[in-house]
């Protein structure tokens, strides 16, 4: 079963708009993580925070993590059509695995 | 750094066939899983080793799946016999020590059984 789920689904802007996906998951978590996959490609990690920190940023990234509300996000600034791809979250708790959400399809349009 | 490197990147065979999918770790990663990513299910653990030992097998579907890693550089896993159902694409992903690190992950094996 997935632990995180990602809100929206899917999400269509114009480039230089910001881009806000959600994740939300159930059980505690030592760490939180987000990746990005392109078409066809392997998934690539972005940024990871710890359940003891509630902001950080990376580049345009700005991640945030409510662990009371269970919930992650993360922002886009000013987006590209490079941009254009798949996140997912990603949690890791006490199971001993990495669980996956079902990702948010991300659309810049140029 | 080469990365995570898999072979082969496309593969379609019949069913009833065998079925073998290799991986190269990034130098120096302890850890290594296999994952499957299909659209009605999204991205799912398989097998997990650390230092070359199965940690966590849970994932894998049945009998007809089996891993191995005989060495720090290498795994293959295998589908014995094939069934349409196992199309999908096969990432595998290797991390310096553990679940809870940055994994990286292998470009994929698009896998399509007739």
């Known amino acids: 079963s997935q632990q995180g789920e990602e809100d ?4 269509s802007i114009q480039e230089g708009e910001n881009a806000t996906m959600n994740c939300s998951y159930k059980t505690s978590i030592n760490n939180l993580q987000w990746y990005r996959q392109n078409s066809g490609r392997g998934l690539v ?3 990871l925070i710890r359940s003891n920190e509630r902001e950080k940023h990376s580049g345009r990234l700005r991640v945030t993590l409510d662990t009371s509300k269970k919930s992650s996000s993360l922002l886009i600034t000013a987006s590209r059509a490079a941009d254009t791809a798949s996140y ?3 949690t890791s708790g006490s199971a001993r695995q990495l669980t ?3 990702g948010t399809q ?3 349009l140029p | 750094d080469a990365g995570v490197i898999q072979s082969p990147r496309h593969e379609v065979t019949e069913m009833g066939q065998e079925v073998t999918l290799r ?3 990034i130098s120096g990663h302890n850890s290594l899983f296999w994952y499957r990513q299909t659209m009605m299910r ?3 653990l398989l097998i997990y080793f650390n230092n ?3 940690i966590d097998d849970s994932g894998m579907p049945e009998d007809r799946f089996s891993a191995k890693m005989p060495n720090a550089s290498f795994s293959t896993l295998k589908i014995q016999p094939s069934e349409p159902r196992d199309s999908a694409v096969y990432f595998c992903a290797s991390s310096r020590s553990g679940v809870q690190e940055t994994q990286y992950f292998g470009p994929g094996t698009r896998l399509l059984v007739l």
């Open chain 1, 88 to 90: 997912f979250c990603a």
């Open chain 2, 42 to 44: 999204g991205l799912e």
């Open chain 2, 23 to 25: 991986c190269k770790p």
């Open chain 1, 106 to 108: 991300l659309t810049v």
């Open chain 1, 45 to 47: 990690h972005l940024i």
């Open chain 1, 100 to 102: 996956f959400g079902s």
């Open chain 2, 52 to 54: 070359n030992v199965p």
């Open chain 1, 8 to 11: 929206p689904q899917a999400l």
